[in-house]
T-cell receptor
Framework: GESVGLHLPTLSVQEGDNSIINCAYS??????FIWYKQESGKGPQFIID?????DKRQGQRVTVLLNKTVKHLSLQIAATQPGDSAVYFC?????????????FGKGTKLSVKP | NAGVMQNPRHLVRRRGQEARLRCSPM?????VYWYRQLPEEGLKFMVY????????ESGMPKERFSAEFPKEGPSILRIQQVVRGDSAAYFC??????????FGPGTRLTVT
């Protein structure tokens, strides 16, 4: 089965609130993680990545947290906007695994209410 | 700098026909990956190529599917004798190295 999974399939937030999207992974050999945003009818858009030697990485309005102890990854979006509405996927790459192969979770749909 | 280009965006084929999907990577990227996505699901890895070489095809079905990335021109994913189960969105991604992957808009294949 998939080694990457998401706790919540859907998330609805109010505009201006912060959003937290969670992801669990089961392969302790994974050493690289990416969050993608996918809008309807479009390809996945790179948001932010993190390597396993880091716990936290910040971008513009987004923060990714990695907890290797419990194999948990989260994406935090500050001041969520209607344009953030999309499906968010986490993906992992296993160290020493199939080259270039990103393993995707099923996705969380984020809905932002104005 | 143009992003990853894919064409066609939509492709309709009857059962038994061939489907050819094209992908032009971002400028300067020599690594190309193909993924398949079914509705309401995540992407599934199919194949990883560098110029003129298939590096990893562990996600490719054993029959009817093939991929190439010639020295000149786009990468092509070919599906022979398509069946209804091949209907999906096919995404190409490119990378300057083997970690970050940037995706194209996808080709939506419908088999009738």
């Amino acid at each position: 089965g998939e080694s990457v999974g998401l706790h919540l399939p859907t998330l609805s937030v109010q505009e201006g609130d912060n959003s937290i999207i969670n992801c669990a992974y089961s392969n302790s050999a994974s050493d690289y993680f990416i969050w993608y945003k996918q809008e309807s009818g479009k390809g996945p858009q790179f948001i932010i990545d993190i390597r396993s030697n880091m716990d936290k990485r910040q971008g513009q309005r987004v923060t990714v947290l990695l907890n290797k102890t419990v194999k948990h990854l989260s994406l935090q979006i500050a001041a969520t906007q209607p344009g953030d509405s999309a499906v968010y996927f986490c993906a992992e790459k296993v160290r020493g695994g199939s080259q270039g192969n990103l393993i995707f979770g099923k996705g969380t749909k984020l809905s932002v209410k104005p | 700098n143009a992003g990853v280009m894919q064409n066609p965006r939509h492709l309709v084929r009857r059962r038994g026909q061939e489907a050819r999907l094209r992908c032009s990577p971002m400028k300067g990227h020599s690594h190309v990956y193909w993924y398949r996505q079914l509705p309401e699901e995540g992407l599934k890895f199919m194949v990883y190529l560098q110029k003129e070489n298939i590096i990893d095809e562990s996600g490719m079905p054993k029959e009817r599917f093939s991929a190439e990335f010639p020295k000149e021109g786009p990468s092509i994913l070919r599906i022979q004798q398509v069946v209804r189960g091949d209907s999906a969105a096919y995404f190409c991604a490119s990378s300057p190295r083997t970690d970050e992957q940037y995706f194209g808009p996808g080709t939506r294949l419908t088999v009738t």
